[in-house]
Every structure is written in C-alpha cells, then in structure tokens.
C-alpha cells in the first residue's frame, strides 16, 4: 500500500511538474546511441531531432549526418531515416514497453563528434498548446482547463497502467515463490536419498564385514 501511494506521488509530480523534455547528446563517428522511452499502448508520442551546426555559416557536411531509428521492444519499426541533418516522427504506441530512439553517426577519419538536440515527449506532453490557443482562440482560463483536463486523463490511464503492471508483478511474485517452494522441496528430496542411499551402503559393507 505504501509502495503504490509513493507510486502515485512519483507520477502525479512527474505529469503535473515535468521535467525538460529536450536533450543534447554528443556522438563519436562510427558510433550508435539509444534512447529508451516506456510507453503504454494506445499513447500518442512525437519526437524531433536536428544536428547542432559546427559552423552556421556553412551547410552541415555529410560527415555529420545521421541514421535515424525508432523501434518498439518487439523490434517493430516506427521511423527511419538515413543521412539526415533533422527530422521528427509521431505515432500512436500499439505495444506497451520500451521504445528505442537509436542514433547513427557515419564511420569518419579522423573520428569527429557530432551533435545531436532530440525532443521526444508522450501523452498529455505531446500536445502544443500554445498553438492550441492560437488555433481555438481560447481565453486563458479556457486553456487552462483544457490543459488540466488532459492531465487528469494522464493521470488517470498513468494509474490504470500502473495497476495493471503491479498485478503483473504479484502474479509474477506468486509463480516465483511456488517455484523455489518446489525447488526446495526437491533439494530436500535429493538430500534425503542420498543420505538414505549413504546409509544403506555404510550398512551393507559393515554387514559384509561382519562388523555388525
């Protein structure tokens, strides 16, 4: 009970109060980076990336672009893109666990560093809604409600997924605990017909000595 309200806690400061979604990253030519995001099915998630320019002045040489690829924990593809400066992807999740943004930089001589600013945000974070407002002509307060009502929604399908991942885990919990009560159980087995076996044969060989 006090694990799920700390549960609860985490997600309710991680949705109302999120942290920056952006993230730079230096890569090494001839290298690959990844970028893990859990993502519950059914929940819409974009991203956008773009090589940062070593010089504005002149246009960015291939040396610096990039492979691009976003897959599912099943090895489903969900973008590519090769020799690229910049691109975005937006899709609605249809598998539940962790997504991988990967990142290719060309083999170089001598090696350089190439880098990259990716944005990459899931459910209630993926909306603009700034254009929102442009679009709508909301007021302010309108906004605002609509904003909060998205997320009380996060919120919401957040502890239905999280509900269901801790019965996964109890259910888990029990087949594990089932399975080391039969392995002990067997372990005792095997110890007692050793013992057993080790007796009979202590006693057939003093018997055959007339020992006893």
Not at 82 to 98: H, I, R, Y
Not at 144 to 161: A, R
């Amino acid at each position: 009970m006090i694990l799920r309200s700390v549960l609860v806690l985490v997600l309710l400061v991680g949705v109302l109060f999120p942290a920056s979604q952006s993230l730079r990253f230096d890569l090494q030519s001839g290298q690959t980076k990844c970028i893990a995001e859990d993502i519950k099915s059914n929940s819409m998630t974009v991203g956008k990336y773009h090589v940062v320019k070593p010089n504005e002045d002149h246009p960015l040489p291939d040396s610096h672009k990039l492979t691009v690829r976003v897959t599912s924990s099943y090895g489903n593809n969900f973008h590519s893109a090769e020799k690229v400066e910049n691109g975005q992807f937006a899709f609605t999740a249809t598998e539940q666990g962790d997504y991988m943004a990967c990142f290719s930089a060309p083999e170089h001589s001598p090696p350089i560093t190439v880098t990259v600013d990716f944005d990459w945000r899931t459910g209630v974070h993926t909306k603009d809604w700034t254009n929102v407002a442009k679009k709508g002509q909301v007021d302010a307060m309108e906004l605002e409600l609509k904003n909060l009502y998205d997320t009380i929604q996060s919120i919401h399908e957040e502890m239905f997924y999280l509900r269901e991942r801790e019965e996964e885990m109890q259910e888990l919990n029990k087949a594990t605990t089932s399975k080391m009560f039969w392995l002990s159980f067997l372990s005792l087995f095997l110890c007692l017909s050793v013992a057993g076996l080790q007796f009979w044969h202590l006693k057939t060989f003093f018997e055959k000595k007339k020992l006893i």
